[in-house]
Structure formats: structure tokens, C-alpha cells
T-cell receptor, first 116, second 113 residues
């Protein structure tokens, strides 16, 4: 079973500090990595994606990939109360055998709370 | 100008009934998906269609049947609903296969009583 693991939290971070979210994956063949933010009662919203060719920064968000250790991280600088949500890591995974298809496998999410 | 839309938003029904959820995307994407998010918030793929062709069919009971009349629409029909089917069902779409970013609809909260 190809897995994506996240610490479920809750992770509490003071407003203005850096929030660091981590995700580990088991499929060495994975090449696409996504971070989704999900507010309570809402749908997942794509906030960052990176491919196996490096890190990415977008505003206050930075996604980093460590392929050797098989983990992906999301850093949120200058954390705001509006960043309080569950963050889902997703990785494209390949079937263990000749049966099945490539698919997006999600972690169980990390609940982030920004404390004013 | 909603990108991915689903109807209905809420669905409350009794065990044994048959129900359908509809999804439409106006992003011009080729691939659409159905996901199930359970009470523990775990999001899991159920089906995927690429240009009306079924390409992902996870271990899902036969009571669930997807249909894609065209590449902008993907519906989910559920027969003989069971209590365990209660969950939030999300539709999503992407430009290509699962290497590409997926965009989610607002979800349909299904409650089976």
C-alpha cells in the first residue's frame, strides 16, 4: 500500500510566526506533490504544487521537497489567523503491481491553528 | 463562473434508496474524479474518467456507478444506500492525469439514515 503520512496535529503557531508542515511518502517513483488547504465544511483548495525538479515559493508559502528522505514540507511565513485550517498533502502514486492506476494519494491532514 | 460545481450540496435519504450526484466543470479539463471523504477527513479516490473513458476504478462496491456523458460532466449513482455510505463526496477535475493539479468541487454531504 502506497502511503502518505502527516502528523494530524493540532499544530498551534503564534500569529506572525512560521508554520512548518511536513509530509512523508513511501512511493519512490512519485514525482508530483501537492498541498491543499481545507477549511472546516469546505472543499480542498490547491495552494501549492511542486514537481521533482525543486522547491517553490509563492508569496508567504514555500514548498520544499527532499527526495532522498521522501518528505515534502510546507512553510507558511507571517502566519495569519486566516491560515487556520487543515492542510492536506497529496502525492501521485503508482500501483504496486501491473494492476491498478497511477492516482493521487492524500495524507490524513494536519490541523493548523494560528493563535492571535 | 464556478469552476467545478456539484448538485445537490446536501442529500439526506434512507437506507435502501437510490440516489445520484451530478458534477460539472467549465475549466475545459479532460479528466474528472470522484473522491470520498469520511468522518475522519480521509480523502480517497473512487473513480476517474479521462475524456469519458473510465481510467481509475478503485475498490468500491458495485452499488456505486459513475457515468460521464461528456468530458465536462461526471455523475455518480448509488444504489441501495447503506449507513456506511454517509460521507462527503467531492468531484474534481484536472488537465491531464494525476501528475497534474486537481481542482475540487464544493462537495455533496450525503447522510443515510
Amino acid at each position: 500500500q502506497k502511503e502518505v503520512e502527516q502528523n494530524s496535529g493540532p499544530l498551534s503557531v503564534p500569529e506572525g510566526a512560521i508554520a512548518s508542515l511536513n509530509c512523508t511518502y513511501s512511493d519512490r517513483g512519485s514525482q508530483s506533490f501537492f498541498w491543499y488547504r481545507q477549511y472546516s465544511g469546505k472543499s480542498p483548495e490547491l495552494i501549492m504544487f511542486i514537481y521533482s525538479n525543486g522547491d517553490k515559493e509563492d508569496g508567504r508559502f514555500t514548498a520544499q521537497l527532499n527526495k532522498a528522505s521522501q518528505y515534502v514540507s510546507l512553510l507558511i511565513r507571517d502566519s495569519q489567523p486566516s491560515d487556520s485550517a487543515t492542510y492536506l498533502c497529496a502525492v501521485n502514486t503508482y500501483p504496486l503491481s501491473n494492476f491498478g492506476n497511477e492516482k493521487l494519494t492524500f495524507g490524513t491532514g494536519t490541523r493548523l491553528t494560528i493563535i492571535p | 463562473d464556478t469552476a467545478v460545481s456539484q448538485t445537490p450540496k446536501y442529500l439526506v435519504t434512507q437506507m435502501g434508496n437510490d440516489k445520484s450526484i451530478k458534477c460539472e466543470q467549465n475549466l475545459g479539463h479532460d479528466t474528472m474524479y470522484w473522491y470520498k471523504q469520511d468522518s475522519k477527513k480521509f480523502l480517497k479516490i473512487m473513480f476517474s474518467y479521462n475524456n469519458k473513458e473510465l481510467i481509475i476504478n478503485e475498490t468500491v462496491p458495485n452499488r456505486f456507478s459513475p457515468k460521464s456523458p461528456d468530458k465536462a460532466h461526471l455523475n455518480l449513482h448509488i444504489n441501495s444506500l447503506e449507513l456506511g455510505d454517509s460521507a462527503v463526496y467531492f468531484c474534481a477535475s484536472s488537465t491531464g492525469d494525476t501528475s497534474y493539479e486537481q481542482y475540487f468541487g464544493p462537495g455533496t454531504r450525503l447522510t443515510v439514515t
